[in-house]
């Protein structure tokens, strides 16, 4: 294999590993990725703790220098990479709602993910907790609530075209929408939205993949 500057350390079926791939697809950029966690392992290795001392995938690496959390992946790439500045703009103001929406996405929205996903896709259908998972989906509905406001009759969420914002928000949608068993509300703007992001070929070959082999049964 040719060298690769770029490589990319996580497993393809981890949400914030494929958030990373998502932009290393729309950015058309060549890595090398290198599967740990889940039946992976590694997490625990010094080498491995060493780059991430939290053990936790995604981490990038880029020549000898580590960056470790989603999101600041996401940034980290955008301002190193050629085209990347299309997707975080320079611009102090628009650079500042597209932090806000990327805190938005871990801070608010990824902890009901989170219980949503290991309620219903990490527990064995007999032992689902249908009033934790209610709760979750309730909670992340208002939230997304929240994100179909921000959108109005826009196609995104800052400025005129896919940002950041999108990625760090969105990331989260394609799962949502697949999942069985939760109640889900009618939220034209956020579908519509989500429905822009899938049609997406960086997208579809990343994000929106099958993750039906995730589920404990
Ligand atoms: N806030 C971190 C969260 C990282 C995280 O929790 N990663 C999960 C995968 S989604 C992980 O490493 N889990 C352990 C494993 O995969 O074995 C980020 O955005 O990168």
């Known amino acids: 294999m040719a060298f690769m500057a770029l490589k990319l350390f996580g497993r393809k079926d981890s949400v914030n590993v494929q958030k990373v791939m998502?932009?290393?697809?729309e950015l058309n950029l060549?890595?090398?990725?290198?599967?740990?966690?889940?039946k992976f392992g590694g997490l625990d290795e010094p080498a491995f703790l060493a780059m991430n001392p939290a053990g936790r995938v995604p981490v990038l690496l880029d020549g000898d220098h580590a960056v470790f959390e989603s999101n600041a992946i996401l940034r980290y790439l955008a301002t190193t990479q050629l085209g990347g500045e299309a997707f975080y703009p320079a611009d102090p103001a628009l650079r500042g709602m597209i932090d806000a929406h990327m805190d938005f996405a871990l801070g608010t929205l990824y902890p009901d993910f989170v219980s949503l996903f290991m309620g219903v896709v990490k527990t064995a259908p007999t032992k689902r907790n249908a009033k934790t998972i209610a709760i979750a989906a309730r909670r992340f509905q208002g939230n997304m609530l929240t994100v179909g406001q921000i959108l109005g009759d826009g196609n995104w969420l800052v400025g005129n075209s896919i940002t950041l914002a999108d990625i760090a928000v969105g990331a989260f949608m394609f799962r949502f929408y697949a999942l069985p068993v939760i109640k889900r509300h009618k939220q034209a703007r956020v579908e519509g939205w989500t429905?822009?992001?899938l049609k997406r070929e960086a997208h579809k070959t990343t994000m929106g993949v099958n993750f039906s082999h995730m589920f404990v049964d």
Do not use: F, P, V
């Open 30 to 38: 060549d890595y090398e990725q290198i599967e740990k966690g889940g």
């Open 22 to 25: 998502w932009l290393l697809a």
């Open 195 to 197: 429905n822009r992001l």
